[in-house]
Each structure stands twice: as structure tokens, then as C-alpha cells.
């Protein structure tokens, strides 16, 4: 196939264009307009003002969409709650509606989004049919997954990937995490019973691959591993992978103070997600458990 993707330089697309040009695929970079001139292997944009030229580079028979700003880089301030909401609503809208007006528009289109739709939901088990949330991110989620929704009505098969924690240790939370654990300074955040649903990046770039391929993919999906844990079960598993000890709790103030709001949204909630769409689908885990996610991610 023929795939454009953008977020090509982030954690999971660094890994997925590697593994997708291993198996024989043709990829096509979307990129901003500044990071270098249009090519065969290569498209430009910028979603900031809502550009795009896909003339150089159709037709294209998939894409996987990846860009967003991140939200775990930086404190949160008005300024960086409007960049993670418009890096995610308006780049779709600009991507979907460049895609609408191609004269053959791709067959499948895959899209990141995260399970931050269900917000902070203490011990419920949540699946892709569980209501949306209360918080800000469950907001920003739910726009960016309509922002997708003209591409669906007009026949395109429109997969949301619902990521969950992805561990690995090139990148993300397990990265930051990585230094004060191996120093034994290692802890529990806040109360450690707030569930955290996670999974490894070979997983994911698996669950993109297998999305793009097989017709049974469609609509929201939840892309965690089949045993959310809480932060305790995390915080002994990681401990016990290092083979250092985690006695140093983070009290929930603290990291208040530390990280801002963005403590409440991303360390202290709860979300306790199941992958009940992938496993319906047909998907199998080669890392169905934490520790089986951790021992991947660090190997």
C-alpha cells in the first residue's frame, strides 16, 4: 500500500515507518512545509493555518494520522492547552478535508487518539462503549475524533486508536521515569490506587498495522494492554524489572506542585481501560501484561 502519515518523527510513528517499509509498504511522509519541498516520498502542510498539498504524492490508499502536540512536555498553561487542542482538532479537520477532495480518497484511515476520552473514572471498567468524561483531555479527545468523522460518512474505513500509556524507552513516561527508579528513588504517585492502562510500542505500531489490513477495525478502539494495573502494581512491577527498590512515595501535592495541572490529568486519574475492540477484532497482544510490556520496552 500506499501510506501517508504524519507525526512521522514522534515516538510511535518512529517506529511504525521502519516496520511498514520492512514489510514492503511505500510510505509517504506528511510533514510541516518547513521541514523540507514536496517529493514523491514526501508532503507537506501546516496545520496551524490549515495548508496542505498532497498534489505531489496521490493516490494514497491508506493514512495513518500521528501529529499532536504533546502533553506531557511542559507545564500547562492557557497557551499550551489551546496547542494540544488545535495540533489535534484543527490538523485533523485540514488533513480530512485535503483527503474528501481527492478524486480517489484513501480506502482506511487510522487515527491516534487516547483514552483520555473517559477522564478520571476511580476503579470502573471502561470500554469503547463507555461514556465520555469530564475533564479537559476528554474534551479535546472527543473533538478530534469528530474532527475524522466527514472521511467515515463518506465511506473511508476510520479507525481511532485509543492509546494508552505507551511504554517504551525511547520516549514518553516510562523515559522519564527511567533515571529515578534505576537510582532507587523510585515510587508510588499520590494515593498508588489510581489504575493506569498501558502498552508497549511494539504493540502499538502491531495494533496500527493490524488496523490498517483488516476490515473488522472500525470506529474507536481501545489500544491498552488486556491488564490495566494501579500505579502500585506498576510502581512494584517497574521496581522489580530494574531490580531496584521503590520506597519513595510522590504524595499527591507534591506532584501538584511539580507538574501543575497536568498531574491531576495525567498522573493522579484513573482509568481503568480494557481493549474489548481489538481483542472482538481479532488482535493478540504479543505483550498482554505490564510486565511482559516493561521487559519489551527495555530490552
Not at 515516538?11 to 520492512?22: D, K, N, Q, T
Not at 493516490?59 to 492547552?81: F, M, Q, T, Y
Amino acid at each position: 500500500m500506499r501510506i501517508l502519515v504524519s507525526g512521522s518523527t514522534g515516538l510511535v510513528g518512529s517506529a511504525l515507518i521502519p516496520s511498514l517499509v520492512g514489510q514492503g509498504h511505500e510510505v509517504i511522509r506528511l510533514v510541516r512545509a518547513k521541514s523540507g519541498s514536496p517529493s514523491k516520498e514526501m508532503a507537506t502542510w501546516d496545520p496551524d493555518t490549515g495548508k496542505i498539498d498532497l498534489s505531489g504524492v496521490t493516490p494514497i490508499d491508506a493514512v495513518v494520522h500521528l501529529a499532536g502536540e504533546s502533553i506531557a512536555s511542559g507545564r500547562w498553561n492557557a497557551a499550551k492547552k489551546v496547542r494540544i487542542r488545535d495540533s489535534r482538532v484543527l490538523g485533523t479537520q485540514t488533513l480530512v478535508q485535503a483527503l474528501r477532495a481527492l478524486s480517489q480518497p484513501p480506502s482506511v484511515f487510522v487515527g491516534a487518539s487516547a483514552i483520555g476520552y473517559y477522564g478520571d473514572r476511580d476503579a470502573e471498567t471502561l470500554t469503547e462503549q463507555s461514556s465520555l468524561g469530564t475533564t479537559f483531555l476528554a474534551d479535546v479527545v472527543r473533538d478530534w475524533e469528530r474532527a475524522s468523522q466527514p472521511l467515515s460518512l463518506a465511506g473511508t474505513r476510520t479507525v481511532l486508536l485509543r492509546f494508552g500509556v505507551i511504554l517504551s524507552k525511547q520516549g514518553g513516561a516510562l523515559q522519564k521515569m527511567l533515571t529515578p527508579f534505576k537510582l532507587g528513588a523510585g515510587g508510588i504517585l499520590g494515593s498508588g490506587n489510581q489504575y493506569m492502562s498501558c502498552i508497549s510500542l511494539r504493540d502499538v505500531v502491531r495494533a496500527v498495522e493490524f488496523s490498517l489490513t483488516n476490515p473488522a477495525a472500525s470506529g474507536p478502539l481501545n489500544t491498552v494492554c488486556p491488564q490495566p494495573v494501579t500505579n502500585r502494581e506498576f510502581t512494584k512491577t517497574l521496581g522489580k524489572v530494574l531490580g531496584r527498590p521503590t520506597i519513595f512515595p510522590m504524595p499527591a501535592f507534591a506532584a501538584r506542585l511539580a507538574f501543575g495541572e497536568m498531574a491531576d490529568a495525567l498522573l493522579l486519574s484513573s482509568s481503568r481501560v480494557v481493549p474489548e475492540g481489538l481483542t472482538k477484532a481479532g488482535f493478540e497482544f504479543l505483550d498482554p501484561t505490564l510486565e511482559a510490556s516493561l521487559r519489551s520496552a527495555l530490552a
